[in-house]
């Protein structure tokens, strides 16, 4: 990777930061990058870390794009966030807290309540005394077949299985809501990920060209001391 100050091939910017020949990028990436750039590229040109990261993450959308056809207005938005390296992870369980209402709470109350042994050994205790009282008094107020008491037992059951809904509805959104904040994130790593391949390309192409001249550069020092012994071994016969 060269260090220099100049212009880059794609935003057209005078820089004065490190500039990335585009032959020292992954072949397919510089290819697509020749082909997507307004005017002819070749491969000696210099982009900045800026377009090469922008053409990086456009490059891995281009991609997914062509793995799964076209993108949903979910998966275009984090592509978008990707492109701009900015943070999509949301806490779902605290947007919902901070959305409840007054219904919203009484029937998460109401569902935990109904929902616990407390309330199940309550209600027996209840039932139980209610029919002990009216079976062991002479003229109990609910006698057998103890019509109030079924009364009270439906107009329970019925208010209590809509209110107990309301909360498993709300839980059911919750859920959704986090599984879609999972894929929203996995997306963005995944598209972070396939950058970051490209980077570490571009790391050992550029590396792997530096040990090529560093050889080069030995072996021409090793060629002119063969050279220079070849002389003097001619002057001195």
């Keep these: 990777m060269d260090s ?41 040109d210099r982009i900045c870390h800026t377009c090469l990261n922008h ?10 794009e062509h793995e799964r056809g076209e993108l949903t207005a979910i998966e275009s938005q984090i592509a978008a966030h ?32 109904g929902g616990s042994w407390r309330f199940v050994i309550g209600f027996f205790v209840v039932l ?19 019509i109030l008491l079924n009364l009270v037992l439906s107009t329970l059951a019925a208010v209590q299985a809509p209110i107990i809904m309301m909360s498993q509805n709300r839980v059911a959104a919750r859920d959704r809501a986090q599984a879609d904040e999972d894929f929203r994130t996995n997306l963005k790593a995944e598209l972070e990920v396939a950058s970051l391949h490209e980077k570490v ?7 792997w060209e530096q040990l090529i001249e560093m050889q080069q550069v030995q072996l021409d020092l090793l ?15």
């Excluded at 492109?83 to 709470?105: C, M, P, W, Y």
Aim: glycine share 4%.
């Design 4 to 44: 220099s100050e100049g212009r880059c091939a794609l935003c057209g910017s005078d820089v004065q930061s490190e500039l990335v020949p585009l032959a020292t990028t992954h072949r397919q990436l510089a290819t697509w990058i020749a082909t997507k750039a307004d005017a002819p590229l070749e491969r000696g």
């Design 128 to 146: 139980a005394g209610w029919i002990a009282i009216n079976v062991a008094m002479a003229r109990g107020f609910d006698p057998y077949p103890f």
């Design 82 to 113: 990707a492109v701009s390296h900015l943070a999509i992870a949301q806490n779902a369980d605290l947007e919902f807290e901070q959305r409840k209402t007054l219904g919203d709470r009484i029937s998460d109350r109401v569902a935990a309540i």
């Design 201 to 207: 390309d571009h790391l050992l192409h550029s590396q």
């Design 55 to 64: 053409q990086r993450i456009t490059h891995s959308i281009e991609r997914l």
């Design 223 to 237: 060629q002119q001391l063969v050279d220079e012994r070849h002389a003097s071994r001619a002057a001195s016969s």
